[in-house]
């Protein structure tokens, strides 16, 4: 186990001409690899933008972010694609291709100029499939798929680009419930596996508390980060979860609604 990410001072958002919305500010905190890291917050609370900034895909308004010590953006798109592979939400631009080959663009870091796959990448690609469960529907066309298959895809994806680093948005959002359990389990076990780095965020409260080693909670302008059982100790998740019909069980971190 050790750092993977490091955010200094770090404050998110976006530039709009001369205006800047900042989402959050002043962020200090680290991911370390061997650990399932799962981001809670409620809507709109700047989940996403984190994970983009992480990603690379948006720059810092301040700040910055060091990857295994290095800032990330002194790093080649190349190489980033061979460290940090990224599942966002929404639907991917490619559907007009077959599971298999969605999950072959996985190996583009690592495959020639015109993408051609050798053993070693073939391998990663079923391997890949095999572990979210996808192999039976490898041939079937993307644009043909639910959304929960479309999801496990790009999980798949994302593994069989064999990065240290693996950053998800919501990646059990479209999954019915043994599968958000799976995939969580999945990832819980690859961690501990192959010692990488998974960051990830969830509105699956339940499973997050369960599963997860660490949890970092937005709210406001403000990051919370601890275990499970810290955060329930001291009462930080019990004000998230805070509403008059639900009951908040601290001691098997579960939820219950009265009727
Ligand atoms: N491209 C953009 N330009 C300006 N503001 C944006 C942009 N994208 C998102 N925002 C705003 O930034 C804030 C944080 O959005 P973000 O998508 O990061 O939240 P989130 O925590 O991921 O929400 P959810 O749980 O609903 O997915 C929101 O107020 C949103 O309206």
Redesign the pocket.
């Given at each position: 186990m050790q750092e993977t990410i490091r955010l200094e001072h770090l404050s998110i958002g976006?530039k709009?001409g001369k205006a800047r919305?900042v989402?959050a500010a002043d962020l200090n905190a680290s991911i370390d690899s061997g650990r399932l890291t799962c981001l809670l917050?409620?809507?709109?609370?700047?989940?996403?933008?984190?994970l983009r900034t992480l990603a690379g895909f948006l720059p810092p308004l301040d700040g910055r972010i060091l990857l295994h010590g290095q800032s990330l953006s002194s790093y080649s798109k190349a190489d980033l694609a061979r460290l940090v592979s990224v599942v966002l939400t929404g639907k991917p631009q490619v559907q007009n291709m077959r599971v298999d080959e969605l999950v072959a663009l996985g190996r583009s870091p690592y495959t020639d100029f015109w993408g051609r796959l050798r053993t070693a990448d073939r391998r990663a690609v079923g391997e890949a499939m095999r572990l979210v469960g996808m192999e039976s529907l490898a041939h079937r066309m993307v644009s043909d798929l639910s959304d929960g298959e479309r999801q496990k895809t790009m999980i798949a994806k994302a593994l069989a680009q064999q990065t240290p680093v693996i950053i998800l948005d919501?990646p059990t959002a479209f999954l019915d419930f043994p599968s958000k359990v799976e995939t969580m389990k999945l990832l819980r076990h690859l961690v501990r596996e192959t010692d990488k780095t998974i960051f990830l965020?969830s509105?699956d409260l339940e499973l997050s508390m369960q599963l997860a080693d660490r949890l970092w909670l937005m709210s406001g302008r403000q990051l919370v980060i601890g275990t499970p059982r810290q955060l329930t100790a001291d009462g930080t998740l019990a004000r998230y979860v805070a509403h008059p019909d639900v009951r908040f069980n601290a001691e098997e971190m579960t939820l219950a609604i009265e009727v």
């Open positions: 976006y709009q919305r989402v917050g409620r809507n709109g609370v700047g989940k996403s933008t984190l919501e965020s509105h």
